[in-house]
């Protein structure tokens, strides 16, 4: 026999929707009344209470989540420059044994650009520092990421005038990172900044760094000087000359560092 149903469970649905319709309708008919309006602040005020933690819940997983990818990061750092260090290391012991010297050491100087000069003549800047301040001719200068900026070619007490390494009659001896090929770095009207007579055989590649060969007493070596932007075809077919982008934005330059 089956168990008999009560007459309200039987309406329960109807109920239902009767009593919501009736909510809707003394909602939407307070609407704007005092009443109706505190009714309305109270519960957006006890939502952003609640909002609150629920928002620094979800703030705690993501720094968690992102503290353990930070972790996976540094661990990964970490072991990259203890390898780092142990090549250093390794080569430098090489080269003890082999008898080379040791790399030369220099100090940093310093300087604020007063004026930049580009002219027929020669691109230049001044700096503030000068002869008294232990500055000398020929000495190098970088900018503040360690990227080639040029030399300086004339000094007074104060001050120092820097041929910048965009200027036409700038040469340096550089060398390619990756292919380790050396060659010297000028400018020419029809191509840029060149580095010249690079073997044919050479694989230079486009975005190959470019760093100072330290083949001079002016600059050391590694310092950073562009990226090749292109390669010439071979000309008289053992040479190609190799395009270079300077990294150095010379309209910005406030600063500079000076080699002694």
Do not use: C
Not at 145 to 163: I, P, Y
Not at 184 to 205: H, M, R
Request: proline share 3%; no cysteine.
């Amino acid at each position: 026999m089956s168990p008999s149903v009560s007459p309200l469970s039987r309406y329960k649905p109807l109920v239902n929707l009767l009593t919501a319709l009736a909510v809707s309708l003394a909602i939407i008919g307070s609407n704007g009344t005092p009443l109706f309006n505190q009714a309305r602040a109270l519960i957006m005020e006890s939502a952003a209470y609640l909002y609150v933690p629920i928002r620094w819940i979800e703030s705690i997983s993501t720094i968690q989540k992102d503290y353990r990818e930070l972790q996976q990061e540094h661990i990964k750092a970490q072991i990259e420059l203890n390898k780092f260090k142990t090549l250093v290391y390794e080569n430098q012991r090489l080269k003890n044994m082999l008898g080379f010297k040791g790399e030369k050491s220099f100090q940093v100087i310093p300087a604020n650009v007063l004026s930049d000069v580009g002219s027929y003549t020669m691109n230049s800047l001044t700096v503030d520092q000068g002869s008294q301040d232990g500055v000398e001719l020929l000495s190098g200068v970088v900018d503040a990421k360690a990227q080639l900026v040029g030399k300086v070619v004339a000094l007074s007490q104060n001050t120092a005038l820097v041929q910048l390494v965009s200027d036409k009659n700038f040469r340096v001896s550089v060398r390619e990172m990756r292919s380790r090929d050396v060659g010297i770095l000028s400018f020419t009207l029809s191509k840029g900044y060149v580095i010249q007579d690079v073997p044919k055989n050479a694989e230079v590649i486009a975005g190959d760094s470019v760093v100072t060969s330290g083949f001079s007493d002016i600059f050391p070596e590694h310092i950073f000087v562009g990226w090749v932007s292109d390669i010439s075809p071979v000309v008289e077919d053992y040479v190609k000359s190799v395009q270079v982008d300077l990294a150095t934005d010379f309209n910005r330059l406030e600063e500079v560092f000076i080699l002694k």
